[in-house]
């Protein structure tokens, strides 16, 4: 009987309220949130840490936006509420909708450039609270600009997000900020993946995002 | 669940629990009744002697909130009964129907006496039209418009509406279709609200000196809503909307109506919804007095599960919303709902209400990082491909095309008289040197080129 309440825990990612008999050092591991890209949550150990700030870094074109776009997927297959804030305005719902996102779970706030204002939205949502991943997408984002905000901003975002239930995502070109045992997910250039053997019946199928964890603790 | 009928009296009812409906999804715990007849007044008199929570959503119904008499009356059946030998007394000639929810009650009314709830399912589609709320000025063609399109399909019962995936049904017929839907599954479209001669939740305060500052407002907020707030909990009820009406130093008024997405009665929740209200529609002047009225509509039962995790609630959602709605613009914060075109980019906004949908199924594919403001970019062409683009401005783009695939041909919206909203073009997904992966269009009617988006 217990073995089965623990399978079904376990299977709805509520092992948290399992506890070790008889072991009293047993501390209950960070929650995570998977990403539902296999082989970054297993470089991961399961996923993004709840309760930090964490940052997806690369290039255009190097899958970082298909790799968000899986994680609010996984989030919202999970049951989870999710948010997107949206810089520049450059979310698409189409493609994104046939990652296995259900739109109806995701709060969509469409910035026109202003990354100020875009962080202010990030902060209420994250002050609201209930969300299992909000992300704010920095990606088109002038590093300038970026450098224009204070060294303590991450770290108050950071604050706000300790200790509860969300995963906390910032997409961007470069690093910008994250907490201290949030993870930087690097991606470099991704290769095409390209079908058809002559140019006529050539058709583009994706791109092979390869990501790397830097710096997680 | 059978009801005595009497002479000239149309009855059905059905107690609460959702197993008794077949496929219809009814919530335990609310209650109406639903008298159908000619003799409007009447009926409203006899319903008022029943419940003070009345209210007549058309010329021929009156329906009532029956919740609270179980303890007074006895089951719903015996409800029913009394129901009927009261509007025997009276002379007047009605159905009675009972059930758990409002729509489910309108349906019952229309039919024959004792037809059963679980048969519900099998009634016409045809029967959602009185229950419809439409536009004032929608034309009768746009009326008919889905009951048509159903014909088309086979569509012919509510139990088939009923069963149609909700998402494909709202990629082809869009808000209209999925409320349909929730009526023919017995689901009501909004709360009860009383009519007017139901008690009301109406504050209201004179100033002595005009307001013109929004920080000295929210106390004056507060004055009038605490009360009002104790009242709703007095009567086990929440606010489904808020009227305020605020005199001005102009002799003017201002008048907003905020929707709640569900009853709520927390006074700061209801205070902050209206001064981030305000602060998005500015006044024009001074505040001389300040008049705000609470909808009533029976309080919200919550029950949450052990084995899921937790929604943000819908104070939260509500506050959120309003607080992200002062800050973008209102338009820029929501949920997106994909429509049945071709077109590109079709969407549309709409509140942010989560629940319990399950996700699509999952493809492989690359996102596209869309570009709204649609840049032009200038493309060299060499055997009809495109082999090397340039960007007009910083950050977008360029380089020599090392791979490209198309042209996908789209068009669309050609047949409106105007041509507005149509699209006529050639479509590419490029590579280029610099690593980039674009998808670039020529534009068939102006011969442009425009980068629609990087795959990301």
Known sequence: ??????????????????????????????????????????????????????????????????????????????????????????????????????????????????????????????????????????????PATLRRFPCATWMRVARIVEGSETAALIVGAERIGRSARGVTIALDAAPARWQGATPRARLFAGVEPAPRVVGAR | ??????????????????????????????????????????????????????????????????????????????????????????????????????????????????????????????????????????????????????????????????????????SRLGRRGVAMQRLARGLDPRPFVPDADTPRFIGRLELEWPIDMLEPLSFVFARLLDPLSAALERADRGAVAIHLDLRLTDRSTHTRRLSLPAPMRDPRVLRTLLLLDLESSPLTAAIDVVAIELDPAPARITQ??????????????????????????????????????????????????????MSAVAAPGAVLRRQRTLPAIRVAVEHGRPVHIAASRRGLPYGAVSQAAGPWRASGGWWTRSGEGGWNRDEWDVSLASGAICRVYRDRSTERWFLEGIYD
């Open chain 2, 304 to 357: 949450f599960s052990l084995l899921q995790r937790a929604l943000p609630s819908p104070e939260t959602v509500s506050t959120l919303t309003a607080r992200l709605s002062a800050l973008v613009g209102e338009s820029r914060v929501g949920s997106a709902a994909l429509v049945d075109s071709h077109q590109p980019d079709a969407f549309v906004m709409e509140r942010f209400v989560p629940d319990r949908a």
């Open chain 2, 1 to 170: 669940m059978k009801v005595l009928p009497t002479p000239k009296m149309h009855q059905s009812s059905a107690g609460p629990g959702p197993e008794r409906f077949g496929s219809w999804e009814l919530g335990v715990g609310s209650l109406y009744a639903c008298l159908r007849g000619q003799a409007r007044d009447a009926l409203l008199a006899i319903a008022r002697d029943f419940s003070p929570r009345v209210m007549a959503p058309s010329e021929l119904e009156v329906l009532i909130d029956v919740g609270g008499l179980g303890r007074l009356i006895g089951a719903p059946p015996a409800i029913a009964r009394e129901l009927a030998h009261a509007l025997s007394d009276a002379g007047v000639e009605a159905s009675v129907a009972i059930a758990p929810t409002q729509s489910a009650a309108r349906l019952l009314a229309t039919q024959l006496p004792d037809y059963p709830i679980s048969r519900v399912p099998d009634l016409p589609v045809s029967l959602l039209e009185p229950l419809e709320t439409l536009p004032a000025g929608i034309n009768h063609r746009d009326r008919r418009r889905p009951y048509e399109t159903f014909e088309r399909w086979g569509v012919a019962t509510l139990g088939d509406l009923a069963a149609l995936p909700a998402a494909e049904l709202s």
């Open chain 1, 1 to 142: 009987m217990r073995a089965a309440l623990e399978s079904l825990l376990r299977a709805r990612n509520l092992d948290l309220a399992l506890t070790a008999p008889g072991d009293s050092t047993w501390k209950p591991p960070d929650s995570v949130a998977p990403t539902g890209h296999a082989a970054l949550d297993a470089a991961l150990g399961g996923g993004l840490r709840r309760g930090h700030l964490s940052e997806i870094t690369g290039p255009p074109s190097s899958g970082r936006t298909t790799i968000v776009a899986g994680a609010l997927a996984a989030a919202t297959a999970r049951g989870d509420a999710a948010a997107l804030v949206d810089t520049y305005d450059t979310f698409d719902p189409a493609s994104a909708s046939g990652r296995g996102l259900a739109l109806s779970r995701l709060l969509w706030v469409r910035e026109s450039g202003d990354a100020p204002r875009a962080l202010k939205a990030f902060s209420l949502i994250l002050r609201a609270g209930g969300f299992g991943l909000v992300v704010l997408d920095l990606a088109d984002v002038p």
